[in-house]
């Protein structure tokens, strides 16, 4: 199922929204040449999070094989890469993907809470999922990267400001294509069942190459900070605005 719109417009600009598929689109054409290398590889290596790394269990000047071509030095504090690492991606439909669901929830979610807390809770969530996939998988040696964390996080309060808002959805069944209208809550609830679903093989040290539970910590991170960082007026001036009855 993938998201093309959803029924719950707006009550003031999403300049933080904005601001955040500009930065990760920048950061994907200025540091990450277009996925190309080799600034593509470096950019993985230097600024992705090392699980490892990250918990000192592998020090400076250790190698970290990253594909068949190329070998990841480990520098000195790599900590900063919890925060980097939300601002790069893996490839194409890795970025494109991510920003068009933060285009599709984010700027709902930035109309709840006013562009400087939702600023703050996006990267609170970036933060959290980058966790939650270190304590997953706290010896790995391979780079996590992408904003679908912090993302999974607009995701979470969406779904509890908005659950019954409608999302047009994309489904595709091998060569069969159509299109459906769902509730918010089941659109994002069966988003994260996946996401869950998807990691339990990497508790059992099986998983492969996408970080499930970074997206399941971002996502339980954007429900229980929702609280804190949404306003209510603001939330009650959005449902006078739209309707009651559609959430």
């Given at each position: 199922?993938?998201?093309?719109?959803?029924?719950?417009?707006t009550?003031?600009?999403?300049?933080?929204?904005?601001?955040?598929?500009?930065?990760?689109?920048?950061?994907?054409?200025?540091?990450?040449?277009f996925g190309g290398?080799?600034?593509?590889?470096?950019?993985?290596?230097?600024?992705?999070?090392?699980?490892?790394?990250?918990?000192?269990?592998l020090?400076?000047?250790?190698?970290?094989?990253?594909?068949?071509q190329?070998?990841?030095?480990?520098?000195?504090?790599?900590?900063?890469?919890?925060?980097?690492?939300?601002?790069?991606?893996?490839?194409?439909?890795?970025?494109?993907?991510?920003?068009?669901?933060l285009?599709?929830?984010?700027?709902?979610?930035?109309?709840?809470?006013?562009?400087?807390?939702?600023?703050?809770?996006?990267?609170?969530?970036?933060?959290?999922?980058?966790?939650?996939?270190?304590?997953?998988?706290?010896?790995?040696?391979?780079?996590?990267?992408?904003?679908?964390?912090?993302?999974?996080?607009?995701?979470?309060?969406?779904?509890?400001?908005?659950?019954?808002?409608?999302?047009?959805?994309?489904?595709?069944?091998?060569?069969?294509?159509?299109?459906?209208?769902?509730?918010?809550?089941?659109?994002?609830?069966?988003?994260?069942?996946?996401?869950?679903?998807?990691?339990?093989?990497?508790?059992?040290?099986?998983?492969?190459?996408?970080?499930?539970?970074?997206?399941?910590?971002?996502?339980?991170?954007?429900?229980?900070?929702?609280?804190?960082?949404?306003?209510?007026?603001?939330?009650?001036?959005?449902r006078?605005?739209?309707?009651?009855?559609?959430?």
């Amino acid at each position: 199922m993938f998201p093309l719109r959803d029924d719950n417009p707006t009550l003031s600009g999403s300049w933080v929204t904005f601001a955040f598929i500009g930065l990760n689109a920048l950061a994907w054409f200025l540091v990450q040449g277009f996925g190309g290398d080799p600034a593509f590889s470096e950019s993985i290596c230097s600024l992705g999070a090392i699980p490892a790394a990250v918990l000192g269990t592998l020090g400076p000047g250790s190698e970290v094989p990253l594909g068949p071509q190329h070998v990841c030095t480990i520098g000195g504090s790599t900590t900063y890469t919890v925060v980097t690492s939300m601002f790069m991606h893996g490839g194409w439909f890795h970025i494109l993907g991510n920003l068009w669901f933060l285009y599709v929830f984010g700027d709902n979610v930035e109309d709840a809470m006013g562009p400087v807390r939702f600023a703050v809770f996006y990267l609170v969530c970036g933060i959290a999922a980058t966790a939650a996939h270190i304590a997953s998988s706290p010896e790995s040696a391979v780079p996590v990267v992408g904003a679908s964390g912090a993302i999974g996080g607009v995701m979470g309060a969406y779904a509890f400001l908005y659950p019954r808002v409608s999302v047009h959805l994309l489904i595709t069944l091998g060569f069969y294509v159509t299109t459906t209208v769902v509730p918010a809550w089941m659109m994002l609830g069966y988003w994260f069942v996946i996401q869950v679903v998807g990691g339990l093989p990497a508790l059992a040290g099986s998983g492969g190459g996408v970080a499930f539970w970074a997206h399941v910590g971002g996502f339980l991170a954007g429900v229980a900070l929702l609280p804190l960082f949404r306003v209510p007026a603001r939330v009650e001036a959005h449902r006078r605005h739209v309707g009651r009855d559609r959430f």
